[in-house]
Structure formats: structure tokens, C-alpha cells
């Protein structure tokens, strides 16, 4: 185990030289009016938060990972490594597939992929490296009735390709969760496992005694950030949220101010968001399509993209080629407005 965690340790920081960051954000992908993926709407978004976001997962669940086809998830890929390649970040590559064979080809199909875009580099791995590709995100395989022994098999094949994974626990999604036993031994044989994110808010594995070995461990759920962080007693190492695509600026204020111990300016900050993001959520739960994630932040990016006049605009797209109805843009406002969260400009005006 000890040589494990000191691959592990090695891994990380040839990976992150000057350190994983704390916040990181599931970019959301964007639609044109005739459904296709708006690639200049993403652009000017990821310009909107990279100041403040310095990791990405690209697609994750908010970014509709799940609901993409496997060359939408390569065109998205794409998009983001072009992003990645001029500036300072640290990029997740998300293969959110249902089951095994399909997360393996996707990996390879994205490997083959940033090979054809030359760097000088033959190594897989230092191909990655060169495109500023830290590696590849997987949920366990879909399914209610699988075991943990079945769960460990499935993650095990994965990992056995020696990629860097970070595992996402989506109970949500996969109907199922890596116990804390199974990650141990995960961690125990697997150097190349060096992240995990848990957006499950039952946050078991975070929580547990087993020995995690070194990995990095990120919190997905929203709300009351402050209790979980490491170095204010919490469990976590950083956070992978999806309202970083809206509070970008927020979290990264929040973040610091607890690290400096500046704990009146970042109760302000948790005070205002915890709320803001529990109405829109709540806002978004009715609505029977989509997923909640994309749902509530696509409310919010709205206005962050057009300001006050997103009021007299249509709802932006979704997947599922529908709209988000007017009535929840404009509750989505009232809610930004009263907690002075209303951008004064948007950044696609």
C-alpha cells in the first residue's frame, strides 16, 4: 500500500506541479436554437469563469455527459483540449458511459484523438500531459442490482488501461455507490486512481475511516460549503460543483476567505448562496426533463450571459432540443435580484 500511494504521491504532482485545485466546475454545454452544440456560446462562458476556475471536468453530469452520444461526448472533448491547450488549467476528460466497454472506448477514442493533434509526445500518457489533460472521469457501471464485487470488477477493467481516473460517485445516475471497503482496495492496487468526487450528499467514503490512500477527494453536492472542507473540519480536499458555472467568482472567494480564516466574510458569501442555490433548485424540480444540475445553472447562466433583459429573452436550450419555460427564467431572476446576484452586464453582451 505505502509503495501504491507513493506512485500515487509521484502521479499528482507530475500531474499538478503547482498543486490540484481546490474548485472545480463541470462546464455546461450549450445549444444552438436548431439543437446542435453552440461552440461560441461554450467559449464565451469558459472565458466568463476560467479567471477563478482552474480545474474543469468536461463533459460531467451538468454539462449532460450522460445524455450526449458518444461523437457529441468527442466533439465536446475536443472543444474543451482546444481550451485547455492555451491556458493555465487542469482538464478532466468526462467518460460518464453506462457500462464498461463503452467507458474503454470512449478512453481510447479520445486517446486516438488528442494523438492525431501532434506535441511531440508518443506516450499516451505524456500526450495527455502536453494537452494539459490530467485524465479521464468514470461512474461505476450502471446498475441497482450489481455487488460491490461486480462494482470492483467493472472500475478494475477500467483502471487496468493505467489512464489516471478520477471516480464519480452518481448514485443519482448509476443506481448504485462504491462502498468505502471497495474504494480502499481500489486505492490499495490502483495508483493511477488519484481523485474521487462524491456527489451523492450521503458523502460515505469522505467520511469513513478507510485509508483513501492519497486521492484527492471532492465534494459534488451543493450547499453549506464551509462544514466540508479540510482545515475547517470537513472531509473534503476541494470541490467539484456545478453552480461554479454561475459563482465562479463566489466559491473562489469563499474558498480563500476560509483559508485565511476570514470567517465573517465567507459566512456572507455561504449565507447567500446556500439560499439562492436551494430556490433555483427547487425552482427547476418540477420541470420533466433534463436533470436538476443543468436545469438550475442554465437559469442562472442565463442571466449571467445576458443580464437583466434574459427576463424578455427565451430560456436557453437543452438537450432534449426544449426550452426552459419563462416562467422559471423569470422566477430564477426575481430570486438573483433579490440576493443581489443580478449581473449588471451579461458576458455574451
Known amino acids: 500500500m505505502k509503495d501504491v500511494a507513493e506512485k500515487r504521491r509521484t502521479l499528482i504532482n507530475k500531474l499538478f506541479p503547482s498543486g490540484i485545485p ?44 450522460w445524455e450526449l452520444t458518444e461523437d457529441e461526448t468527442l466533439e465536446v472533448a475536443d472543444f474543451a483540449i482546444q481550451q485547455a491547450r492555451t491556458r493555465e488549467i487542469s482538464l478532466l476528460l468526462g467518460v460518464l458511459k453506462a457500462d464498461v466497454e463503452t467507458m474503454k472506448r470512449t478512453i481510447l477514442r479520445m486517446i486516438k484523438m488528442l494523438q492525431e493533434n501532434p506535441t511531440g509526445e508518443e506516450d499516451a500518457r505524456q500526450v495527455l500531459q502536453a494537452n494539459r489533460v490530467c485524465g479521464f472521469t468514470i461512474c461505476p457501471p450502471r446498475g441497482k442490482s450489481l ?108 474558498i480563500e476567505s476560509l483559508e485565511k480564516k476570514e470567517l465573517e466574510k465567507a459566512r456572507e458569501i455561504l449565507e447567500r448562496l446556500t439560499i439562492v442555490v436551494s430556490e433555483v433548485f427547487a425552482l427547476v424540480q418540477p420541470l420533466p426533463y433534463g436533470n436538476p444540475f443543468t436545469n438550475a445553472n442554465k437559469a442562472i447562466d442565463h442571466f449571467s450571459a445576458f443580464g437583466p433583459r434574459a427576463n424578455t429573452t427565451e430560456g436557453p436550450m437543452l438537450h432534449e432540443k426544449i426550452r426552459i419555460p419563462r416562467n422559471v427564467i423569470q422566477a430564477t431572476g426575481a430570486i438573483l435580484s433579490h440576493h443581489n446576484l443580478m449581473p449588471e452586464k451579461g458576458y455574451m453582451e
Open 147 to 254: 455487488t460491490q464485487h461486480q462494482i470492483e470488477v467493472g472500475l478494475s477493467a477500467v483502471l487496468d488501461m493505467g489512464m489516471p481516473i478520477a471516480l464519480y460517485q452518481l448514485p443519482q445516475v448509476t443506481e448504485n455507490e462504491v462502498a468505502p471497503e471497495t474504494l480502499e482496495r481500489l486505492v490499495q492496487k490502483f495508483s493511477n486512481l488519484f481523485l474521487f468526487k462524491d456527489s451523492s450528499g450521503q458523502d460515505s467514503v469522505a467520511t469513513s475511516g478507510v485509508d483513501k490512500g492519497g486521492v484527492f477527494l471532492v465534494r459534488g453536492a451543493e450547499g453549506n460549503y464551509a462544514q466540508w472542507l479540510t482545515g475547517t473540519g470537513g472531509s473534503y480536499d476541494g470541490f467539484l460543483l456545478s453552480t461554479a458555472n454561475c459563482f465562479s467568482q463566489n466559491l473562489s472567494s469563499l
Open 22 to 65: 481546490r474548485l472545480w466546475c463541470p462546464l455546461l454545454t450549450h445549444y444552438r436554437p436548431d439543437g446542435g452544440i453552440d461552440f461560441d456560446r461554450m467559449h464565451a462562458h469558459f472565458n466568463h469563469i476560467v479567471p477563478w476556475v482552474k480545474g474543469f471536468l468536461i463533459p460531467g453530469s451538468t454539462g449532460d455527459g
